[in-house]
């Protein structure tokens, strides 16, 4: 075997740049294989890691007339009501949704040190009642999984406690919540990972009596633990059955004839669940998980055919030094061993050059594109699985060039006349078309995933975003007129106005349910200054917008979007009637309030009356309008500045609105970065595996370039030769590869409710960019061989 070893290793002295490049991509490809599988695995994994994951379930509804998807909020009593229905309900917890979903919203809270000085901090917080830690599995490392939860404790996780106590016990330290005011730690948690819904929270405890008989106020999530869960659709089912629902829709309310279903989505499926409204818990596309998973394949397969052909195209340098073994008695199993050896060799070489990739992966910003725990110590199964990949990919890449090397006759190659067979030609296209179908395929869906993004961050909303900076007044809000005047002698601010929720910042808003003409119709409604409207630039259709006397009313001033008044039939100065009663005095275009995720629905603009102030949030969102070309940096320290003045120790969070948008679309600007990123490590790899067989084809035809260069054939039109036949492979590769990136991304288009147009000319760039990628690596290298003096390439062979 030691003859064998080292012509190969004189070949690779020979060819350092392409065996470098091979040994580079194939790394490139194992580290790109574990990132992705890591990343899916923590996707996969979702809220697995509760003990009895398989038998928690969250209680969701479709109720035709409130929304067009299902709903996981309800009203605390229908909460409870099902809970006691079956005993097969282990235990049933409930979450406050009106302080955002499962994961909690942010708030601010403080803690005082033994100076005096105050440390603040901001950390989600949930509010549940106590039954909710005997749903979910809490690991307690201070206190006692007994202790229950009351309204003036917190149950704080671990993390948190060592941020703000040390290494002193927390149990029994006091904070100062900026909601729920002076709280005592009662007990200290170990920290979920990051793949579940039930995230690292402060968590308090609801009060026992809040809302409990009110059957009109949706702002509850409910969770239940059974015995069984194949007992889920059973439970549901006696429900239906033996539950009045009058309380709940009124007195006409007939079940069969409502549209009205309940069900229990399993908590492994919350994180995959598409088609519904007002769930804040964290999501990932099947779709896009699916696109991620396939592009793991094809850059495994792509680099694992780009090293058969590599290997295959150091044939014409080996064969005469493998098969003069064979003469001198070296037996062909051998032989074989031998070389299909060598590639597992440099495949495992590969595999180690690729965890240093992972690690210095980790460091760099774009591990930020990742939400899984990239160190090599939390992937054990997928960093030894990808050990086996390599030693597979390496023993197959080797097994083809073993055997071909060694078909031949000796006798026939030690006179420098052995052929290249059509078959292995074929062989060899055809493992060439699939890295081309494939890199066709991810440039067009990944520039269409960009597209979408692209849409998404920068399509007209139907309001002017321009120059918008906003930022929650909630702790001045008393002050908020003064404020509103110091902000406005500013000379780079044009404008202040204020709403109860910031726009395209989610999925949802709240809804509200009223009468219009002895009709019941649930709607968006979204709590605004009377100037709102005018600063933020939205288009009236019809009727008027806010004035300033609306705020003086008794009852309260709407203006409705066009959804709204086609589903309803509303008409100007007609009233609406019930807690929230006011006159509708205008319509606006159906601007995108929400996330393009979500279709547009009927909503609303509203200005309290006087009567009317007591309920709900008040409008305490400052959006700051600046001047064209004001100075944003000054601009921005001056509000800053203006804050402090008001209370200086509270951390306002002053943001550009554009970064509102960023956060919106976060996940998909990750995943589609991440897709991006990934596809052109699959294209690259491609392009390594042309690089290996134009050298092939350049290097076995070598004799006949000669020829052709001695009976007058010219540089360039030897070139064109070899171009036309890889160009016949892209066209019929392009026909191949479209129809499937179409069919892709058209599937995963449909996670949005508004989606960027199929543009022809993201086809037409793909071809031309792999083509002209493709031609300029042909001539390059047959170039090399074409100017080589044809007398020794003829003499060679």
């Known amino acids: ?90 235990a049933g917890a409930i979450t406050n949704h009106s302080l955002s979903a499962i994961g909690g919203s942010e708030e601010y809270f403080h803690v005082e040190t033994d100076g005096g000085a105050r440390n603040f901090f901001k950390e989600k917080t949930l509010v549940v009642t106590p039954e909710f830690f005997d749903v979910f599995s809490f690991e307690f490392v201070e206190g006692s999984a007994d202790v229950y939860i009351s309204p003036e404790n917190v149950f704080i996780p671990l993390s948190l406690a060592r941020k703000i106590f040390g290494n002193e016990p927390a149990v029994g330290k006091q904070i100062v919540h900026s909601y729920f005011g002076i709280q005592t730690v009662l007990a200290v948690y170990r920290d979920f990972p990051r793949n579940t819904i039930i995230e690292n929270c402060l968590y308090f405890a609801m009060h026992p009596e809040e809302r409990r008989d009110n059957w009109g106020q949706w702002d509850f999530n409910a969770f239940i633990r059974v015995n069984d869960a194949s007992n889920a659709p059973m439970i549901v089912d006696n429900f239906l059955r033996n539950f009045d629902f009058t309380p709940v829709f009124g007195s006409d309310f007939k079940l069969e004839e409502s549209g009205f279903s309940m069900y229990l989505t399993a908590l492994t499926d919350i994180h995959f669940l598409p088609d519904i409204q007002y769930d804040y818990a964290p999501k990932a596309s099947k779709q896009t998980l699916m696109i991620l998973f396939a592009i793991a394949i094809v850059i495994i397969t792509i680099a694992a055919i780009n090293f058969t052909n590599f290997s295959t195209a150091l044939t014409p340098m080996r064969i005469k030094n493998i098969n003069t073994q064979r003469v001198l008695g070296a037996r062909k199993s051998h032989l074989r061993a031998a070389i299909a050896f060598e590639a597992v060799v440099v495949s495992l070489l590969a595999y180690i050059v690729a965890i240093l990739f992972v690690l210095l992966f980790n460091d760099t910003p774009l591990a930020r594109l990742v939400e899984a725990d990239l160190s090599l110590s939390a992937q054990p199964l997928i960093i030894g699985g990808t050990a086996l990949v390599a030693l597979l990919a390496g023993a197959i890449a080797g097994m083809y060039p073993a055997f071909y090397i060694t078909s031949f006759a000796p006798a026939l190659v030690l006179k420098g006349s052995f052929g290249l067979s059509p078959k292995g030609r074929k062989l060899r296209n055809t493992l060439i078309a699939i890295q081309y179908v494939a890199s066709f395929a991810l440039i067009i869906g990944a520039s269409f995933m960009y597209l979408q993004n692209h849409f998404m961050q920068n399509s007209h909303l139907g309001y002017d975003r321009e120059n ?100 309803f039939n509303l008409e100007l100065n007609t009233s609406i009637e019930g807690w929230a009663s006011g006159e509708i005095v205008g319509f606006i275009p159906d601007i995108n309030y929400a996330s393009f995720r979500i279709a547009v629905e009927p909503m609303a603009f509203f200005i309290r009356g006087t009567e009317q102030r007591r309920a709900g949030m008040s409008p305490q969102i400052a959006h700051i309008k600046l001047n064209d070309g004001a100075n944003l940096r000054a601009t921005m320290s001056f509000i800053d500045a203006t804050l402090a003045d008001f209370n200086v120790e509270y951390p306002f969070e002053v943001r550009f609105f554009d970064d509102v948008l960023q956060r919106l679309y976060e996940k998909e600007i990750a995943l589609n970065s991440l897709i991006t990123l990934f596809s052109l490590i699959a294209i690259f790899i491609s392009i390594v595996g042309v690089f290996g067989l134009v050298v092939f084809d350049s290097e076995s035809r070598r004799k006949e370039i000669g020829i052709r260069k001695v009976l007058g054939a010219s540089t360039t039109g030897i070139i064109i030769m070899f171009n036309k036949g890889y160009i016949k492979i892209l066209l019929i590769c392009f026909v191949l590869a479209a129809p499937l990136a179409w069919y892709a991304i058209t599937r995963w288009l449909e996670n949005f409710a508004y989606k960027t147009p199929m543009y022809w000319w993201v086809y037409v760039l793909a071809f031309v960019a792999i083509g002209v990628i493709t031609v300029a690596t042909v001539t390059f290298q047959n170039w090399r061989v074409a100017n080589d003096n044809p007398v020794n390439a003829i003499k060679n062979e």
């Open 1 to 90: 075997m030691t003859p064998v070893i080292r012509n190969f290793l004189n070949v690779i002295r020979r060819y350092k740049l392409a065996v470098a490049l091979n040994i580079l991509g194939l790394s490139i490809a194992f580290a790109a294989f574990m990132v992705i599988m890591i990343q899916l695995d923590y996707d996969l994994s979702f809220d697995k890691c509760h003990k009895d994951h398989d038998r928690i379930f969250r209680i969701e509804l479709y109720v035709p007339h409130f929304s067009t998807a299902k709903i996981p909020i309800l009203p605390r009593p229908l909460a409870e009501r099902f809970f006691e229905s079956s005993p097969d309900i282990v």
């Open 468 to 567: 918008l900076i906003t930022v929650d007044i909630g702790r001045i809000f008393e002050s908020r007129d003064v404020f509103t005047n110091q902000i406005k002698a500013y000379s780079g601010v044009n404008d202040v106005t204020y709403s109860a929720s910031q726009l395209s910042s989610a999925d949802g808003y709240s809804r509200w349910s009223s009468q219009y003409k002895g009709e019941k119709i649930t709607h968006t409604v979204i709590p605004v200054h009377y100037s709102f409207l005018d600063v933020m630039d939205i288009e009236i259709t019809e009727g008027r917008g806010f004035r300033q006397e609306d705020a003086n009313k008794a009852s309260g001033t709407w203006v409705f979007n066009e959804t709204a008044r086609k589903q």
